[in-house]
């Protein structure tokens, strides 16, 4: 039988084996297709598309490709290490290693042709429903027709290459790397030898909990973020916490678990405990990766409800009004402009006053006691009733990023002085929700205390501030929406760089929309990478163990009896990289909506809800699976 012969019947005998290879390439083949056909479709991403569509759809890809690439040299990883035994058998029957890697990269190349042809088709198809999904979510008024793109062709047939490459060589190194023992006893092979607790395990054990913790406090404290090496600190911690809890602190308490049970096991410690034990090396790699692209994903997934959510807020933030202009000398050319054209509109005036340093105890830390803040009148602010003597304090969204308030309560005060530093009015501040109608470039950044009129015109009259600390705001409503493009143009003869907020609406949707449609996209292909890796990790399991099983089967004990330990087999490799990936992503979305200045951390829970319903579904089809497999073998 020559060479060529033993490739071709090698690879037809073991076809049906390479069920869930073939399907991961073909699936990530047809993912990555449909996605970089977005990028290269004229009529959704050209020039005089947004910017945001563009650098989306280029940041998207290069994820997407550096996402697949991983998953499918994970994928072969698990793939080669379950035809040890065979390519053992090979090198006995006079097979050199070189023949073997020969052997598996012809292997490789027709499988990868075979892939691709299907997977670009099914990309082909997919393509138009992304499209068509886009341009829902952007209310971009385009048909789009099904076509082919040379272009995400030749993308997808580089990233196939370099694929192809990299899992040549990893297979290269396997086989290079073991003599034919090792080949044969790769499956028996463990990670523990013994079962005694060391002191590093319990070093170790303790410092990744720690880690993780000191990671979640630094992720907290927005003020650090000026510093550039705290996020990759964070970054740091949190990783390399992860790999010492999976490693040294899940290790260290299963072994005091059974130190406990003084020799004494039952079927569960046989099916659970113990095979987690002696794999606790390779748990913890791999747990790892598991937890940290779940937190991945989970994290921009939040960013991206959290945007999406705050959209209109923000829109209003940065134009209250149609038209929201500071200076007077630009609002009364805009007004001039206005009337010469017979546009109908209503006139919104509102005044605030910063003044700089002010007696209070509104906000926290030490040194802020005599921090500066904003303050106008009632009367600029609708559905305000204030009386002398007291103040309503608002903290817009998006403007607590430097400075955090203590909680209000009835000691809470800002006194204010006259030029001469003598006290002129105590203000009692509670909170207020009032919708204030200011622009954040107007509030400076910063939150608003609405007073008395007459307060505010004492202050206003008395205390020391120089003229660039009383700010103006022009906001112009349009009566008639047909005259709004025509108003829109004369704001730019006024200033090109003004806005009004139907363009700033626009532009906000644009790109929350894209960030949306990519977080999603990448969402859902890190969401089934991580489901399938682990779920190839229990297969991979399960069929190492499979004589441990029929052991227990000659014993006496039924499918029934294994049932309870396989359960709490599959939820510690399903669940616990889950609980650690929502953790990351929990603190960390929680950091993004203080910089934000949000404390609504609704959408952040709903993501994790469905997250962790579709990741459940991979655990219930591995357990199915392994319980399946288990039968027909045993």
């Known amino acids: 039988m020559t060479f060529k012969h033993i490739v071709l019947k090698n690879l037809k005998k073991n076809l049906r084996h390479y069920g869930l290879y073939l399907f991961s390439l073909i699936f990530s083949i047809a993912l990555y297709f449909s996605f970089v056909t977005l990028k290269y479709t004229k009529n959704i991403n050209n020039e005089a598309s947004a910017k945001i569509i563009r650098e989306g759809a280029n940041v998207g890809s290069v994820f997407l490709f550096i996402i697949i690439v991983i998953f499918l040299m994970y994928v072969n990883q698990l793939f080669i290490k379950q035809r040890v035994k065979e390519l053992g058998l090979y090198q006995l029957i006079g097979l050199t290693r070189t023949n073997i890697i020969r052997m598996l990269m012809l292997e490789q190349f027709v499988i990868f042709i075979m892939t691709g042809i299907v997977g670009i088709v099914g990309g082909l198809l997919g ?16 048909s789009i027709h099904l076509s082919f793109s040379f272009k995400a062709f030749i993308a997808t047939i580089l990233m196939l290459f370099l694929a192809y490459v990299l899992i040549v060589i990893q297979n290269a190194v396997f086989i290079k790397r073991r003599s034919i023992l090792k080949l044969m006893k790769t499956r028996q092979a463990t990670d523990v030898k013994d079962n005694k607790i060391t002191k590093l395990e319990r070093i170790f054990g303790v410092v990744g909990i720690i880690m993780i913790a000191i990671g979640y406090v630094l992720a907290l404290d927005i003020k650090l973020y000026a510093i550039i090496i705290v996020p990759l600190l964070v970054l740091f911690l949190t990783i390399v916490g992860a790999y010492f809890f999976f490693r040294s602190t899940v290790s260290l308490l299963f072994k005091t678990l059974k130190k406990r049970k003084g020799g004494n096991v039952n079927i569960n410690d046989v099916i659970f405990t113990s095979s987690i034990m002696h794999r606790m090396k390779k748990n913890a790699l791999s747990l790892t990766i598991i937890a940290v692209i779940s937190a991945i994903t989970v994290t921009v997934l939040c960013f991206s409800a959290i945007t999406l959510k705050s959209e209109n807020t923000q829109i209003n933030l940065t134009a209250p009004f149609d038209a929201t202009i500071q200076k007077q000398q630009k609002a009364e050319q ?3 402009l206005l009337d010469q054209h017979n546009i109908q509109y209503h006139e919104n005036y509102k005044q605030l006053l910063d003044l700089p340093r002010i007696k209070n105890n509104l906000y926290k830390g030490k040194y802020v006691s005599l921090m500066g803040i ?3 009148s009632e009367k600029y602010v609708e559905g305000a009733h204030i009386t002398r003597g007291k103040g309503e304090l608002v903290q817009p969204y998006g403007t607590s990023d430097t400075l955090t308030l203590n909680k209000i309560n009835e000691h809470s005060y800002a006194q204010f002085d006259d030029k001469n530093k003598k006290p002129l009015v105590r203000i009692k501040v509670k909170p207020s929700d009032l919708d204030i ?5 107007t509030l400076r950044g910063g939150p608003l205390l609405i007073l008395n009129q007459e307060d505010y015109q004492l202050i206003k009259e008395k205390a020391a501030y120089d003229k660039d600390n009383l700010v103006n705001q022009y906001g112009f409503t ?3 929406k047909n005259q709004e493009a025509e108003a829109t143009q004369l704001l ?3 200033n090109p760089d003004y806005e009004t907020q139907k363009e700033i609406s626009e532009q906000y949707r644009s790109f929350s929309s894209v960030f949306l449609f990519v977080s999603s996209f990448l969402g859902i292909a890190f969401l089934i990478a991580a489901g399938y890796i682990i779920y190839i990790k229990q297969m991979d399991e399960t069929e190492d163990e499979m004589e441990n099983f029929k052991i227990l089967r000659k014993l006496g004990f039924t499918q029934e009896d294994m049932r309870k330990g396989l359960i709490l087999k599959v939820l510690f490799n399903f669940g616990l990289p889950l609980i650690v990936g929502l953790l990351h992503a929990y603190f960390a979305s929680w950091a993004f909506l203080k910089l934000m200045g949000s404390n609504d951390h609704s959408p952040v829970i709903l993501v994790m809800v469905l997250y962790t319903i579709i990741y459940a579904c991979f655990a219930v089809i591995a357990y199915t699976h392994m319980k399946r497999t288990i039968r027909q073998s045993i």
């Open 334 to 336: 805009y007004r001039t």
């Open 374 to 376: 904003q303050i106008t």
């Open 437 to 441: 109608k200011f622009a954040l470039i």
């Open 478 to 480: 349009f009566k008639e």
């Open 492 to 494: 730019h003869q006024v």
């Open 127 to 142: 393509s138009r429903f992304l499209l068509l999904i886009l341009v829902k979510l952007m209310n971009i008024k385009e």
